[in-house]
């Protein structure tokens, strides 16, 4: 129903098989967060993997979504669902902004725009008043659900996690495989050509960049309302790098690719989180033997072996 | 068919080696008590605190003859960041069954792990951070601060600066949760004694090591004194680079460590005051303490938040072993953390004190000067004793904290 073909249908049954059973083995907060990076991956893998945009300003869209929504939901009591969509709201508007100044450029200047754009956004974040500087929002409220379905409970919020990234995760699905999808691949492959066939193609790459922003938002969003805080971190640059390496080990261009390499970037960090500095050399060492080993990514190599999209 | 069951099989195979990875840890000896140290081991504060709060830790534990129960004691690296403190506390406290989270220095860190340890009704005993807040409106019934805080070392550091004659200042100030309030509490001091503030500059926090044009700007102030609201790295930079840059100022460190002093050495460091609640030469037993606490950590000798580190857990255990194991398992945060306030403490760091009901740890503060390089007669002899203040007199009164649950 959602135009998934057979291999991605099987996968797609794993995946939500695996949303609902794994409460049960791991520890939910974790499993949160990896929903919700998994999200901000996918949002992202939707412009590098489906346009060929490369954006290193994504940090910005996830970490102002995640201010937003702690803001709104402490400051002014806000439903945590409107929270979100707030957070998500004022991703698209960033990405928005963004997206016009940045869409005319091409490869490396676009690139550095974006990077440019979000350390403005990094160091706005350190001053504004509203985010708390180095101290961030904290002791944000998990709240109730439509006023009603309290949050507090790490299964109550699990659930509500994961039906935010299931939805989503089937919008990027249908978004990427619909006949607008369909132009945005053209550009990808050859943007000359999909612009000599009569599609405006900076009014395409616009809109998506604006879907990956808000959905960015929305995964930033979630996660301060699960974990109770916004800071700095998110926003920070080492955050963009972090999705993007996430899209890459996972599969760029794939639609699962970016979920696997979310989770296995987040277990890595929280079972090896002992070894401190380390960790930072072992994700190293990880993103160099995926470059030289698995050049598509996890599941975009596994994809090209059997011959089928994943 | 055979494709989809390739790709089947395919999406398992990668799916499982993920999932391996982990491993569930719930399971929890009854008898066990888990002991977590969380603190900066990398950054800024990694000698105020880091490795050597773990150790003295486990000098506690070591010192505390098993009374039926086993000690487990785990530590890890907040990097100063709010959100991963507050990550690895609830994870320590919801998966891997740690009953007391101890230390972690960095005020906007502290409140973010003392959020986490009210919602879950878990015991935090503070020993590293700073901000009086931890026992005023960011106050939980679970929480204790153990043995110094912005408004004590105000009331001692600032106080004794004024009546020296220090009567304009200027403050050079990490910009979070900490300095900000160090610096209001200090500001409240000065005021108070009739000295006034000419100005103030924010740098940001983590990661400033260039101070030049900071202190540049306090120099052109024309303020007698130059009042430093940081702590640990920081304060040794700007310290160093003041006496470089050779600022006329008269130095006022709001927060500094013996290791801070060990740091720079006495050639810069000396006829600074600061204040401390502990110093390893005050008296028979601190020496006591210090001499077993060597053989931990021989390079890095004690200081007050190691000391502080010993002596909370130390009466945390005392607390556990009185109540006996199966109720401290079963009891909440707030039940060990009452218990610890009705025993009164003592231990050979601190010598005799208490818990007041805000949770505020209640010990002696000391104001020393760094004494000369002439004046020092060996290693680590770095302090002259200039005053004292009794444990009833250092801190802010019980009424004018705020905190929360002592209205009702």
Not at chain 2, 10 to 38: D, H, P
Request: proline share 3%; net charge positive.
């Amino acid at each position: 129903m959602f135009g998934f073909s057979r291999p991605q249908g099987v996968s797609f049954l794993i995946m939500l098989a695996a949303v609902i059973i794994s409460p049960a083995f791991f520890y939910p907060i974790l499993l949160m967060k990896v929903l919700c990076f998994a999200l901000f991956a996918c949002a992202y893998n939707l412009l590098i993997g489906y346009v060929g945009l490369g954006s290193f300003g994504h940090a910005a869209f996830f970490g102002m979504g995640g201010y937003i929504a702690a803001y709104s939901a402490k400051k002014w009591g806000l439903d945590p669902a409107l929270a979100i969509i707030a957070g998500g709201l004022v991703g698209a508007v960033l990405g928005a902004v963004f997206g016009w100044l940045a869409i005319g450029r091409q490869g490396i200047y676009f690139a550095m725009i974006t990077l440019a754009l979000s350390q403005m956004v990094f160091f706005f974040c350190t001053q504004a008043s509203f985010t708390g500087g180095e101290d961030g929002i904290q002791q944000v409220p998990r709240g109730k659900l439509f006023g009603m379905i309290s949050l507090q409970d790490d299964m109550a919020m699990y659930t509500v996690v994961a039906v935010i990234f299931l939805v989503t995760f089937l919008l990027i699905h249908r978004i990427v495989h619909s006949p607008f999808g369909q132009v945005l691949k053209a550009i990808r492959e050859n943007e000359p050509r999909a612009t000599s066939l009569g599609y405006r193609t900076d009014d395409y790459k616009m809109l998506v960049f604006i879907l990956s922003a808000g959905i960015a938002g929305i995964a930033g969003g979630t996660k301060s309302i699960v974990f109770g805080i916004a800071t700095l971190t998110d926003v920070a640059n080492a955050q963009s790098g972090e999705v993007i390496l996430m899209t890459l080990v996972g599969g760029m261009g794939t639609i699962f690719g970016p979920v696997l390499g979310a989770l296995i970037l987040n277990f890595i960090e929280s079972y090896l989180a002992q070894l401190g500095a380390w960790f930072a050399v072992t994700q190293g060492v990880i993103f160099v033997l995926c470059i030289m080993f698995f050049r598509r990514g996890i599941l975009g190599e596994l994809a090209a072996r059997l011959k089928v999209a994943l | 068919m055979s494709l989809s069951r390739r790709s089947l099989l395919g999406t398992t195979a990668a799916a499982a080696t993920a999932f391996g990875a982990a491993r569930s840890g719930r399971a929890q000896a009854a008898n066990t008590i888990k002991i977590g140290v969380l603190n900066d081991q990398s950054g800024p504060y990694r000698d105020t605190g880091g490795v050597t709060s773990v150790a003295c830790t486990k000098l506690a534990v070591a010192e505390f003859a098993a009374k039926g129960f086993n000690v487990e004691v785990v530590a890890a690296d907040h990097q100063n960041k709010p959100d991963v403190g507050a990550e690895i506390a609830r994870q320590w406290y919801d998966r891997d069954g740690v009953d007391m989270i101890i230390d972690v220095p960095t005020s906007s860190v502290a409140l973010a792990v003392a959020g986490v340890a009210k919602e879950k009704n878990k015991l935090h005993i503070n020993v590293g951070a700073a901000t009086s807040d931890l026992t005023g409106k960011s106050c939980a019934p679970s929480l204790i601060h153990w043995c110094y805080d912005t408004y004590m070392l105000a009331k001692s550091t600032g106080g004794a600066t004024v009546k020296a004659g220090g009567d304009s200042w200027f403050f050079v100030t990490a910009d979070y949760a900490f300095g900000q309030q160090l610096q209001k509490d200090t500001t409240a001091f000065v005021t108070a004694a009739g000295g006034k503030v000419m100005g103030s500059v924010a740098y940001p926090f983590p990661g400033t090591t260039d101070f030049s044009s900071f202190l540049l700007q306090a120099q052109a102030s024309g303020a007698k004194v130059l009042g430093l609201c940081n702590a640990g790295g920081d304060t040794v930079n700007s310290i160093k680079q003041a006496h470089e840059f050779g600022v006329k100022m008269k130095l006022a460190a709001m927060l500094m460590f013996i290791t801070d002093v060990n740091a720079l050495g006495l050639d810069v460091a000396q006829g600074l005051t600061l204040t401390e609640s502990f110093y390893w030469d005050l008296n028979d037993r601190t020496r006591a303490f210090t001499e077993r606490a060597k053989k931990v950590t021989p390079n890095n000798w004690p200081n007050m938040v190691h000391a502080g580190c010993y002596s909370g857990t130390l009466h945390f255990l005392k607390a556990v072993a009185d109540m006996g194991i199966e109720a401290a398992k079963k009891g909440t945060g707030t039940a060990i953390a009452e218990r610890m306030k009705a025993m009164p403490t003592d231990d050979d760091a601190f010598g005799k004190g208490s818990i007041r009901a805000d949770g505020r740890g209640l010990f002696k503060s000391y104001l020393f000067q760094v004494k000369t390089p002439a004046e020092s007669k060996g290693k680590w002899d770095y302090y002259k004793v200039m005053g004292e203040t009794s444990a009833t007199e250092a801190w802010r009164p019980l009424a004018d904290g705020g905190c929360y649950y002592l209205k009702s």
